[in-house]
């Protein structure tokens, strides 16, 4: 295959942002200001080349699967849908945050299963490579059996501790960023026959399609089975540690909640509800996951600290899609504006930072040797980038409006 020499850029590289050529070359770059030796060279003058994109962590997809509550569309126009837009938005790695939980529905078992197997049947065609976060829920003993099979595939998955089950069992005299340990034996619980606790389970049962009283009985009975979660815990833990995959724990609220997950190899603290985790994580040199529409609208919707102000803290590793793809690029943008960091550095919180927490050292910076997933930015100063390409593995994942030489 002819090598590629992008020239005229301004290059975002490890240690800054240069005017630099780059050559790619049979899906890996093999080159940074080397000679053509009869390369094609692409006019990239004017243009800021950098890293593809790497979302440790986005449940967007899901607005493909079910875009209104009960309606369903067919998997592979859905995963297809969702890869197109990975591509556009320069995304050439996802960790789908795929819900695996006791409930019916949009994340049950079985649709999750549904989803891995087209996923996989899918994947010599989609142009980015999509993964999946095993965002499993701790009280679903049932879908064990397609975590550890999962965990043995080609395409190594992340796993995610989520606990849904215990914060929607919390008393309302707590609120969500203060709730205690999840195994506490004095854990405060919700009276789950009060009509406050009916309304809230509303947005469950509509998303899980049975009545909101089919719902309460169904997390009353999933609640008895509390005693069990923390042999489940570890049990997938030692299944994720003998793969090698990364683990996260998710909203995290307690010191001793991090503690509990890093105990079990969990390094990465996925989006710490409150500063007191944040820097018990970072003291512990735990990876630091929040989310980018955190830092898009201000704040978190939930009154979790905002991710910019720990990005400035050096309390934020990495910026997640979370459930909207464009806010990755337009979080760096608004930062790099705000003049929170260097665009170099806020760019490894898209790219280098979470490649390296999901132990994919192959991508995530311009360096040679490393894969050939770059994208290509039309980003007038001051204005919105625009991504006019996107390579993965050097392949064209993504083009918007013509570049000469390709």
Known sequence: MTALQFEGARVVLPEGVEKVSVRIEAGRITGIDAPRDGARVVDAAGLILAPALVDIHGDAFERQLMPRPGVFFPLDTALIETDRQLAGNGIATAFHALTLSWEPGLRSVAHGTEITERLRALAPRLAVENRVQLRWETFCFEAMPLVEEMLQGALTPSVAFNDHTTMGMLSPDVTLQERPFDHDPDFPVVDTRSSAFRAKMESRAKRSAIPVDDYVA????????????????????????????????????????????????????????????????????????????????????IGSPSAAEMVSAGLCDIVASDYYYPAMLAAVTRMEAEGRAPLHRLWKLISTNPARASNLPDRGEIAVGQRADLVLLDWPSGEAPQVRLTLSAGEIAHQAGGLGGM
């Open 218 to 301: 169904l997390i009353e009975r999933t609640w008895e089975r509390r005693p069990e979660v923390p042999n489940a815990i570890a049990t997938i833990a030692r299944a994720a540690q003998a793969a090698t995959a990364s683990m996260l724990s998710h909203d995290d609220t307690q010191v001793e909640t991090r503690d509990y997950y890093r105990g079990h190899g969990a390094r990465i603290s996925e989006f710490p509800m409150n500063l007191r985790v944040a820097q018990a994580a970072r003291d512990a040199g735990d990876m630091i996951v929040f989310g980018a529409p955190n830092v898009l609208r201000g704040g978190s919707h």
